[in-house]
């Protein structure tokens, strides 16, 4: 089967950390782009960062930038979004998801805001922030 799937996600206290895995199988990430997405409770989904199929370049979101960090590991097909200094408003349900980036011109970022793009999805961990 061709999928994508995550973990680590539970109850953290405000401050504290998570590590979020992607793992893809039936396929290799190697021409992937990979993103994270989440969706809040009554809101609409968003992506929070992207890291690009080649050189790594990543790309995170206003509200993520400086305490989130996204990484790859093609030897093990697997993607991570570790989750640092987490806020009640970061509360989600957070998504994985590829996009085929072989021939793409513009960076993961661009990208990340066309939903419609993504190859493939996960069918999401939920982060709950909260003392």
């Known amino acids: 089967q061709v999928q994508l799937v995550e973990s680590g996600g539970g109850l953290v206290q405000p401050g504290g950390s998570l590590r979020l895995s992607c793992v893809a199988s039936?396929?290799?990430?190697?021409?992937?782009?990979i993103v994270w997405f989440r969706q809040a409770p009554g809101k609409e989904r968003e992506g929070v960062s992207c890291?690009?199929?080649?050189?790594?370049?990543?790309y995170y979101a206003d509200s993520v930038k400086g305490r989130f960090t996204i990484s790859r590991d093609n030897a093990n097909n697997t993607a991570y979004l570790q989750m640092n200094s987490l806020k009640p408003e970061d509360t989600a349900v957070y998504y994985c998801?590829?996009?085929?980036?072989?021939?793409?011109?513009?960076?993961?970022?661009?990208?990340?805001?066309?939903?419609?793009?993504?190859?493939?999805w996960g069918k999401g961990t939920l982060v709950t922030v909260s003392s």
């Open positions: 998801a590829a996009f085929w980036a072989i021939y793409a011109t513009s960076n993961c970022g661009v990208t990340m805001s066309r939903e419609s793009a993504m190859d493939y």
């Open positions: 039936g396929f290799t990430l190697d021409y992937y782009a």
């Open positions: 890291i690009s199929h080649s050189d790594g370049s990543t």
